[in-house]
């Protein structure tokens, strides 16, 4: 029995474009590759890397931010949106990485930060001098306190990271930042804000930029009329577009405005969407081909190593996409979230801190309660399943290597700002995903390039390093190129058809071409009938799939 998804394209998407089911390779630059040995990796370490790239078999890369930063959120408090940070290289350089990335077919994808600037960008700094009733504090969120002398925020609200979503400024006024202190809310409602952001699309278009990554696209646009409702009042707010703060219905105006410069362009530029909204149609909002293209869904990335989730999500996603005509995406690790071989490691868990009586257990340790190799397996079986799909694949630096989450830095070395001020999503932080790539089993920072990498590598990282992985054909490496590779023949069609297996812990389904995937999520074996085994995700299968595994099935020649 078969229950056939059917995905109705409308024609005017129906031209193949190479964004639909691209595989794109999340790079956090300051992690990748260091060519000066200042401990930060930097815009000519990705050159030096270039071979690398084009052998994993990607379309496309996208960096996280390179603009000049005070690293206040690891580059996401932007000081200066047409530049690159000294530290990182030069415009030149980037011209060079630009060309050399294009020059073997990869596409380029830079990240666009809108909801919020650096404090160090001069907009900020001209905000602060210019004083209260300005111009120029106009450009951001600035409003009196409460209590006898303003001595009190506006609002209880509270930023993503922990703590107050106000900070108070010398003469008294309090700005409103969503995230860190350091990254100040813009006012959308601001001409010149819009404007601006428009002239830096069109720079890094000029400059031969494919694409964009906007960054939280579903916070950008406020309604902050008086009076301000409480914390408890915002968060009984339904988030159905009316919403003060979040996916607002008329942030989609400032999209379709993007949209016609992006379709200026000879291809259009792409644009995906960082948008956690409430529901699926809420998120079809901002793929719509009359807003930024696609969006990300991140449902997989939360949910369980489990059939019966991967299934609905699947399936549902799919359906979905009927609703804005975009191709969907697929991601199980990013810069942001615990690296999902860590995940798979703490089944219980699934990599999730939770309280245990008064304890915190936190994600990525502790090292007694991570099964290392289970976790690693039931990734690859992950990621296969994710290769075969239709729609976009957004794949993390690093997770080629199967590399886990560092658990093991030292409070006085984290960076995240959301260590620091007690966020309740992620009590470690985020740096465990951020450390430095081991290249080479030996030499200084494991060949990231400098004798001190900004975040520390532990020891272990020598048996994930790329050289020996390259090298051994049961790498984790190997098999990424190997699905890279294959999975271009699975670009057909944008649709798949589910065959019912008889089992609740495995999936199977068939593509346009006739390729077939089979998911094991269960530890006992299951038959394989007809075709070929083309690619395993664990050990080599012919007659079944073993358990926690994933293989690809060709037709029989
Ligand atoms: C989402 C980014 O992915 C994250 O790294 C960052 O901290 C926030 N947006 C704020 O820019």
Redesign the pocket.
């Known amino acids: 029995m078969t229950d056939a998804l059917v995905i109705d394209t409308p024609d005017d998407q129906k031209t193949p474009a190479w964004w639909r089911q691209a595989a794109v390779y999340q790079i956090y630059p300051r992690s990748f590759a260091d060519s000066n040995g200042d401990g930060l990796g930097d815009i000519p370490g990705i050159l030096s890397r270039v071979d690398y790239l084009a052998e994993l078999g990607i379309d496309a890369v996208w960096l996280?931010p390179f603009y000049p930063s005070a690293l206040a959120?690891?580059g996401?408090?932007v000081a200066d949106y047409r530049n690159v940070d000294p530290r990182l290289g030069t415009l030149e350089d980037f011209d060079a990485m630009v060309a050399a990335l294009h020059a073997r077919g990869i596409r380029v994808v830079v990240?666009i930060?809108p909801?919020?600037t650096s404090d160090l960008h001069a907009w900020f700094q001209e905000a602060l001098a210019a004083g209260r009733g300005s111009v120029a504090r106009d450009r951001y969120i600035f409003r009196e306190g409460t209590g006898p002398d303003g001595s009190e925020p506006p609002t209880d609200w509270v930023s993503?990271?922990g703590g107050s979503a106000w900070e108070r400024v010398e003469d008294g006024q309090w700005y409103f930042h969503?995230?860190?202190v350091e990254?100040p809310d813009l006012n959308w409602d601001h001409p010149e804000v819009r404007a601006d952001f428009l002239e830096t699309l069109r720079f890094w278009s000029d400059r031969g930029v494919d694409g964009f990554r906007i960054?939280?696209a579903h916070m950008l646009t406020k309604d902050l009329s008086e009076p301000l409702p409480s914390r408890a009042e915002l968060d009984a707010m339904p988030q159905d577009g009316r919403h003060p703060l979040i996916d607002r219905d008329d942030v989609h105006e400032i999209y379709a405005e993007w949209r016609r410069v992006f379709n200026e362009y000879d291809p259009p530029r792409t644009a995906v969407a960082?948008a956690w909204v409430s529901t699926p149609e809420r998120r079809a909002k901002y793929a719509s081909a009359d807003g930024l293209g696609q969006a990300f869904n991140f449902d997989l990335l939360v949910a369980d190593f489990d059939a019966a989730q991967f299934r609905s999500i699947i399936s549902e996603n799919l359906a979905q996409s009927q609703l804005s005509g975009s191709s969907t995406t697929w991601v199980l690790s990013?810069?942001?979230v615990t690296r999902h071989a860590t995940r798979y490691g703490l089944p219980a868990l699934n990599g999730r801190p939770v309280k245990q009586g008064t304890e915190w257990v936190e994600a990525g340790g502790p090292e007694e309660m991570l099964d290392r190799e289970g976790g690693l397996r039931r990734a690859n079986a992950a990621t296969l399943l994710l290769l075969g799909l239709p729609g976009s694949a957004y794949l993390y630096q690093g997770e080629e290597l199967g590399l886990h989450e560092v658990a093991e830095i030292a409070p006085e070395q984290r960076q995240?700002?959301?260590f620091f001020r007690g966020s309740e999503f992620d009590r470690l932080g985020?740096d465990g995903c951020r450390v430095p790539l081991p290249w080479t089993a030996d030499g200084a920072s494991f060949g990231f390039g400098s004798a001190v990498s900004h975040l520390p590598q532990p020891g272990w990282f020598a048996q994930y390093a790329a050289d020996v992985e390259a090298s051994d054909p049961a790498s984790t490496l190997s098999f990424y190129r190997r699905a890279l590779a294959l999975r271009h023949e699975l670009q057909t069609g944008e649709t798949l058809e589910w065959i019912e297996t008889g089992r609740a812990d495995v999936l199977r389904f068939v593509r346009p071409n006739g390729w077939q995937v089979v998911t094991n999520f269960g530890t006992e074996p299951f038959a394989l009938d007809g075709g070929d085994v083309v690619l395993s995700s664990g050990a080599d299968a012919a007659a079944s799939a073993p358990g926690e595994t994933t293989v690809w099935i060709a037709p029989a020649a």
């Open positions: 996280s959120d690891g996401y408090d990240d930060v909801n919020h993503v990271f969503n995230f860190a990254q960054d939280v960082e990013n810069h942001d995240d700002p959301g985020r």
